[in-house]
């Protein structure tokens, strides 16, 4: 792939999710960061956004366009259905029912999809995830992501590095944390809480939509939509967040509360707002089997940008751009180097 | 005919999109959104009825009109020093870019999709399918990728393509 088919992709991911009536703050946050950084930028956004423009279609004659480009019937889809695939299958009936207009109400389609999903989940998923035990361990690979369902109909977006245990039974639901992150989209229910545990703290919700980090011993809860309540080992320091809101707790407890941090790794992509070279790289070390950890990295200097998770040399070379050569990675030592001022023209 | 749309839903459903349309011409942020209010204005101005798609096309056709009567007036003050109002004096026409859309565009949304359809049909089948997959059955280039047993890379060869050859027909 050549790099102006890179640009040329990422505008259109940007146009295809503001087609989709589906931009949030940090969305807007990255697309502006992105078109900053580069002219070329600009234009690949420029022609992406007037192929949409000019295919547009009134949605009740998708059909006619979707003939053109039939589904491929596949001897593969004969071999037992995995768990992912069944996955995407379902976020994929989700979200084509979850797009208004076909001409039903959308209380009728959000119902057609509920049997249409609870069909498909029947048959794999909450069985695979329940099994005879309702304790079970999740973990994704360092660079891997994960869609579940769990038997309640949440779903979990499991990140990078990442080791949960979930278990959902009559009673109660809950998910141990172990270390990582995910996105949890909880379905509601009055009569069963949803926990989430770490390291003794509890993250309480009836149903909602958040994020939650936890690595390198700091917590870091974003709330998206609902309320989520945060509290200690000994239920005392109960916390309250809404959506838009956020907080941080570092290993000693310190808590800073701000509002909601982006969650653009669900669209492959991390938005960094006055971050420091440490946090950047903290935050970037998760993604590969690759030390980008680098502990040395001095945190007077703030930069804002937007890294696409692709392959480590594309991030490299982002982040070399994002901080303007401030940063670059030694193929020999293996780990990140600052930029030494001696030679630099860097006032 | 579908019904004409209501403003609200119209700055509702556009109001991203062409926010985003000056962002990437180089505008700042808050300065895009003062020009999506000028498109809404004009746009209410000239009283359209028109259906969804065709209000779109409209909309994005003040829209590139404002931002190109901005750049030519920017350039003319640059040029002869003189303020706003006395250009629209002894220029008035330089204010005056035509937004009217149904002059071009009379086409009924059957038109309007046969046309869509006409160029669709121009890609090349693999590309074409790629593009439908990606722009209106919105799946990740990761289920494109596994739908029509492809390389990731692949898909995004294509979907790059569709785009290099759409719009550089609207352009002509």
């Known amino acids: 792939m050549t790099w102006s088919e890179v640009i040329q992709l990422r505008a259109a991911e940007f146009v295809r999710r503001l087609e989709a009536d589906d931009f949030a703050e940090d969305d807007w946050a990255a697309l502006t960061a992105w078109l900053e950084a580069d002219q070329a930028n600009r234009d690949a956004f420029e022609h992406a956004q007037l192929t949409w423009e000019s295919t547009a279609v009134d949605e ?41 207009a076909f001409g039903m109400p959308r209380p009728a389609l959000a119902l057609l999809s509920a049997i249409v999903i609870a069909c498909l989940a029947l048959g794999t998923t909450m069985y695979s995830i329940i099994g005879p035990d309702p304790r079970q361990t999740v973990i994704t690979q360092i660079g891997e992501s994960k869609r579940i369902t769990l038997a309640d109909g949440s779903h979990l977006q499991i990140n990078t590095a990442t080791r949960l245990t979930v278990e959902v039974s009559a009673k109660a639901r809950s998910v141990s944390l172990h270390e990582g992150e995910a996105f949890f989209d909880i379905a509601r229910d009055p009569e069963r809480e949803f926990q989430i545990k770490i390291d003794g703290r509890i993250v309480a919700v009836l149903g909602t939509r958040f994020n939650v980090k936890y690595w390198d011993g700091r917590l870091e809860v974003d709330v998206v939509e609902g309320l989520v309540e945060i509290r200690g080992a000994d239920g005392a320091d109960a916390l309250r ?45 998760r993604y590969f089997v690759q030390d980008l950890s680098a502990k040395s990295l001095t945190d007077d200097k703030r930069y804002t940008g937007v890294i696409f998770i692709e392959d480590l040399d594309a991030v490299l070379n982002q982040l070399e751009a994002m901080t303007q050569g401030d940063v670059r990675y030694d193929e020999a030592e293996g780990l990140l180097v600052e930029r030494h001022e001696d030679g630099a023209a860097d006032s | 005919m579908p019904e004409p749309i209501e403003l609200q839903e119209l700055y509702k459903t556009n109001r991203a999109r062409l926010v985003a349309f000056f962002l990437s011409r180089g505008v700042d942020y808050g300065r895009a959104e003062e020009f999506v ?12 009825a028109l259906d969804p798609i065709q209000s779109r096309v409209a909309l994005f056709r003040i829209a590139r009109n404002l931002f190109n009567d901005e750049l030519r007036r920017a350039r003319v003050r640059r040029h002869i020093g003189i303020a706003d109002e006395q250009l629209l004096e002894i220029a008035p026409d330089l204010d005056a870019a035509s937004d009217d859309v ?55 060869k294509h979907v790059a393509h569709a785009i290099a050859k759409l719009s550089a027909e609207r352009d002509s």
């Open chain 1, 241 to 285: 967040l809404r959506a838009g809101e956020g907080v941080r707790i570092t290993e000693n407890g310190i808590l800073e509360r701000r509002s909601s941090r982006s969650i653009g790794w669900l669209q492959g992509r991390l938005v960094f707002e006055n971050a420091s070279l440490s946090e950047i790289s903290n935050d970037l070390d």
């Open chain 2, 102 to 156: 149904d002059q071009h565009r009379t086409l009924s949304a059957k038109e309007e999709l046969a046309r869509v359809m006409q160029r669709l049909e121009a890609l090349p089948p693999k590309c074409r399918e790629v593009f439908i997959d990606f722009r209106f059955r919105s799946l990740s280039q990761r289920e494109i990728a596994q739908r029509r047993g492809i390389s990731v890379s692949m898909v995004e």
């Open chain 1, 60 to 100: 009740q004659e998708l059909p006619a366009i979707l003939a053109l480009a039939p589904d491929p019937v596949e001897p593969a889809s004969r071999q037992p259905v995995r768990e992912l695939e069944t996955t995407a299958l379902m976020q994929r009936v989700k979200d084509w029912f979850a797009k208004p």
């Open chain 2, 37 to 48: 209010q000028d498109v809404f204005v004009r746009y209410q101005g000239a009283r359209y």
